[in-house]
């Protein structure tokens, strides 16, 4: 686990070196063990101090920060072939490199190190970008083939690890964080409106927007090729999550199967070279993993847990009682408002506005475990495989009941209704009736972005500046989650949720928030229920075998029913989030006061602040329940005075 940053120019620039060694050092937290800088742009002396890039292609540099996991002695990158001409910078894990390096090796090719690394670069030799079809793993990766004159970059397909892009008619800049391009002299930091309303609807930005309008996200399961002559090439994509549903099989095969499949993948995030341990909630999710991983261990695993003071927001007994079960050496810490001072570490690790408030006990929970190993299993991604979700409950009973009411009327009478009725979102969801409302006037796709929307369409424009709503349009901030909903077998909610929730919730608001909180810290987090053969087998897996009689996660609870506390499978699923109502009404208030409302805040020029302080206080007069509304206008607050 790493962090990679480089460009890729049209022109000689001779301080491409020193450039590149400031844009790493930017990403420091991501690989505090070493760090490696390659370029081929070199000032040649006996020419009278003209440049020379080899091959006359561009001129690249790559730059790599690491954290030391597999091959600690001979691992350090850059690495290359055996004449140099191809390069590689590597953030992640190849779970299957040793099987690639016996093939690569009775091909006849050599390899100077054990990492997984050097099989990247001979299998580049061998089979071109297409070698990405071949990795099982998470990663993102830039490959400089000095022979083609061409620069790959790639990530993984489920988008666990991060990689952003900056281009202009110049040069292409590349990083793991936003950070690593900003370093890089002439990049152009306008804001992009577009993206500011994703995030005020989702409280993160989805793939391949950024905040910034022209550094892109490179999205999951995509390639992007490009050569110095023709730097905009659009990526392109090698890997979707397709459900294509078997019913052949019976629930003892599909227990079966699960069971064989998740072995598999937890035996191969176990390599490791240093100590592992692993991340337990006291949830589903987590305590399958641990189990998982404590019956194939020798010695007894270490896990770690955070927990709040607030005692409905906490899962502490939980995860106690899973981790005396297995013998587990359990540690654990409880959160409290203090935890608000992490705001600023928010801001910084994240680059962008990041509103998922569970950041903040992802990064306490990651500092927690680094103090004692530098990997950690988490249970990232059961939810999504599975069928976890309680909107899921919820969203599959208005779409039995969308299907009762005639198309033409579900717009010309439910939609103005919906319009017309006051919010409630203090209730239940089965209570509200706007949301209920709204989203049978919608077509499926469409409803699901709606229930996934913090702040919702048309009144969340009233919370952006006059300047910033004149730049927006027609910009539907749904549209990405919408299309992905429809890429599923219409006749299957269930399945397109999943689908919706794996293009772009999982990447841009789950994993980004354990990549980021971990490696701020340097701590490697492998989460095995993302592995894609594992989605890829969960894809075919019956909708009616994920929610069962009104109960989510049915099948896999039924798999490890019998391994873990009764506890654990049948309680309500709970999220690992802070109690954010309370703390903006009480710790927060100063905070939210300061970055947000004040009239020398630099948001200011983002947000209509007399809207937003009539919302904060109906929430503080409890008129109102806005809590996830004001945190993402809060750390979008702290993120324009640290960015702006």
């Keep these: 686990m790493c962090g990679i940053t480089g460009s890729l120019t049209r022109s000689f ?162 990083g793991s964080e936003i950070k690593a391009i900003l370093a890089y002299p002439g990049i152009d930091r306008s804001i992009d409106a577009e993206a500011l309303e994703d995030y005020l609807a989702f409280g993160f930005i989805p793939s391949p927007r950024s905040i910034f309008r022209r550094i892109e996200k490179l999205s999951p399961g995509h390639v992007l ?69 404590a019956a194939q261990s020798n010695d007894p695993i270490s896990t770690y847990s955070i927990g709040f003071r607030e005692a409905g927001f906490s899962e502490l007994p939980y995860a106690r009682e899973v981790a005396e079960r297995f013998g587990c050496r359990h540690v654990e810490e409880t959160v409290s408002a203090d935890a608000a001072a992490d705001l600023d570490d928010l801001v910084k690790y994240y680059d962008e506005p990041f509103a998922d408030s569970s950041a903040i006990p992802t990064m306490r929970l990651s500092r927690l475990a680094r103090q004692y190993v530098k990997v950690a299993i988490s249970g990232d991604g059961g939810d999504e495989a599975f069928g976890g979700y309680r909107r899921y409950l919820d969203d599959l009973r208005e779409a039995r009941l969308r299907k009762r009411i005639p198309r033409w009327s579900r717009r010309s009478m439910l939609a103005p209704l919906a319009s017309a009725w006051p919010k409630a979102d203090w209730l239940p969801r089965p209570l509200r009736a706007k949301t209920l409302l709204t989203n049978l006037s919608l077509p499926p796709g469409e409803a699901y972005a709606n229930t996934l929307s913090i702040a919702r369409s048309p009144w969340r424009r009233t919370l952006l500046a006059d300047d910033v709503r004149a730049e927006l349009n027609g910009h539907d901030p749904g ?33 980004t928030k354990v990549d980021r909180a971990s490696m701020s ?32 996660k049915w099948i896999f609870k039924e798999v490890y029913r019998d391994r873990l506390p009764a506890s654990v499978c049948e309680r309500r699923k709970q999220g690992f989030e802070i109690p954010v109502d309370e703390w903006l009404r009480g710790p927060l208030r100063e905070t939210f006061e300061s970055a947000v409302l004040s009239p020398t805040s630099r948001v200011a020029g983002l947000i209509d602040q007399q809207t937003v302080g009539r919302l904060y206080r109906a929430h503080l007069n409890r008129t109102g329940r806005h809590g996830a509304v004001l945190w993402s206008l809060m750390v979008l607050g702290r993120w324009a005075d640290a960015y702006l």
């Excluded at 691992?75 to 690639?100: A, C, K, R, T």
């Design 13 to 174: 620039r001779p301080d491409a070196e020193a450039i590149g060694r400031r844009q790493a050092e930017t990403i420091a937290h991501r690989g505090p063990d070493a760090e490696g800088v390659w370029t081929n742009a070199r000032v040649d002396d006996a020419a009278g101090g003209g440049e020379r890039a080899r091959g006359g292609c561009g001129h690249v540099t790559l730059c790599h920060r690491r954290l030391s996991i597999i091959d600690l002695a001979s691992g350090s990158q850059p690495m290359g072939n055996e004449d140099g001409s191809i390069q590689v910078v590597f953030n992640g894990e190849i779970y299957n490199y040793l099987d690639l390096r016996r093939e690569l090796l009775a091909k006849g090719h050599t390899f100077r190190t054990h990492s997984d690394t050097e099989v990247l670069v001979h299998l580049y030799e061998e089979a071109g970008p297409a070698m990405v079809e071949r990795l099982r793993g998470m990663f993102a990766f830039a490959i400089w083939d000095e022979r083609q004159g061409q620069l790959m970059l790639a990530r993984d397909r489920v988008g666990q690890k991060p990689l952003y892009v900056y281009r202009d008619a110049e040069k292409l800049v590349f």
């Design 225 to 293: 090729v490009v050569t110095a002559d023709d730097l905009a090439r659009p990526a392109q994509r090698y890997w979707t999550y397709q459900p294509a549903v078997d019913t052949s099989r019976s629930i003892a095969d599909w227990t079966e199967a699960i069971e064989a499949k998740l072995d598999e993948t937890m035996r191969m995030h176990r390599i490791a070279d240093v100590p592992i341990g692993a991340f337990l909630s006291g949830g589903l999710d987590s305590s399958v993993t641990v189990a998982i991983f």
């Design 479 to 511: 549209e990405g989650l919408a299309a992905a909903f429809d890429s599923a077998p219409t006749d299957d909610a269930l399945a397109a949720m999943i689908a919706a929730d794996i293009a772009v919730v999982l990447p841009d608001d789950f994993l």
């Design 521 to 552: 810290c340097g701590l490697e987090v492998r989460p095995p229920l993302v592995d894609h053969e594992l989605l890829e087998l969960t894809a075919r897996i019956p909708s009616e075998l994920k929610v069962r009689d009104g109960t989510g």
